[in-house]
């Protein structure tokens, strides 16, 4: 995955996954940003990067190195300190997305590239399936990561470095709702249009966290209408109830996609109705757009969403 951004400061950079080369200056970065007894060795950043170089992304400004952010993955839900050297952990198919570090040159703090890449690296476990992105940082960077969505659980138990950490956690959550009166009908339970209306909250909810929401979209002359919908339902809702809304991008071709939905009560997990619905990308004219020619950066994300 690969996301140019442009900063109001005038500087142009690039998020990508990191390559052997970026060994050097990953390096340097590690050892300006951290203590000695808290940063990795050169010999760390060489493992990680060729142990998980899908959760290892820099920022580059032109032939440079100025910043990245990089973590295992695991099924533990913790963050141990044996986990910063000791590799045999991780497993890519763990849920669990762990945050080792995240770093920034001097020069170029300041400015959004950190909040970028984490954003990016919250988006790439969002889209290989993780359940939550985990961390541990100082008290004064409590108030960044709560910023970007992340909760603060409490003191770690790390020792790391000898300093006091503090764990956080960033859930992957299904889009819920709660059901308002006016959507029930005589019967008392939820009127099956409002099923519909469902899909296309979660849909919007979904492409906002891969960051590709229909607010960017029209601003870039990218419309999306509905081709088709359909739902299936199984069981009755009712007033107040709350319910989760579980979508999976079902196909995409670079100028058509279908999702697919589940609904299900929040409290039982009972299935209330299936569904899906198709769409396609069209330009200001109406005609037809191809988002792997127009949106190559929005193409290999939905690329890596369609479930397998």
């Not at 109001?8 to 690039?14: A, D, K, N, V």
């Not at 020069?107 to 889209?127: D, K, N, T, V």
Request: aromatic letters at 10%; proline letters at 4%.
């Amino acid at each position: 995955m690969e996301n140019k951004e442009n900063v109001t400061e005038g500087i142009e950079y690039r998020i990508r996954m990191a390559r052997p080369e970026d060994l050097e200056p990953a390096a340097a970065i590690e050892a300006a940003g951290f203590p000695p007894a808290e940063a990795a060795g050169k010999e760390d950043i060489r493992q990680r990067i060729e142990t998980f170089p899908e959760s290892f992304f820099v920022a580059e400004s032109g032939d440079r190195l100025i910043g990245f952010v990089n973590g295992a993955v695991s099924d533990e839900i913790a963050l141990p300190d044996s986990a910063y050297h000791d590799l045999s952990g991780h497993d890519p198919e763990g849920c669990c997305q762990q945050i080792f570090g995240l770093n920034v040159l001097a020069e170029y703090r300041r400015q959004g590239i950190g909040e970028a890449l984490m954003r990016h690296m919250i988006r790439s476990a969002f889209i290989r399936g993780k359940k939550a992105v985990i961390l541990t940082c100082k008290e004064h960077m409590i108030p960044f990561y709560t910023r970007l969505g992340y909760t603060l659980i409490g003191k770690a138990d790390s020792v790391h470095g000898g300093a006091c950490w503090y764990e956080m956690r960033y859930i992957f959550r299904p889009y819920t709702h709660t059901v308002q009166y006016y959507e029930t009908d005589q019967m008392g339970c939820v009127h099956h249009s409002n099923y519909i209306r469902w899909f296309e909250e979660a849909r919007t909810d979904y492409l906002n966290r891969l960051g590709i929401g229909y607010g960017l979209m029209e601003r870039e002359g990218i419309v999306s209408p509905v081709l088709s919908v359909q739902a299936e339902y199984r069981t009755m809702t009712r007033f107040a109830e709350t319910v989760d809304i579980e979508l999976s991008l079902a196909h995409y071709n670079g100028i058509k996609f279908t999702v697919e939905y589940r609904v299900a009560d929040h409290a039982s997990g009972e299935l209330r109705c299936t569904g899906s619905s198709s769409h396609c990308f069209l330009n200001r004219e109406g005609r037809p757009l191809s988002l792997k020619k127009a949106r190559p950066g929005w193409h290999e994300i939905l690329s890596a969403c369609v479930r397998k």
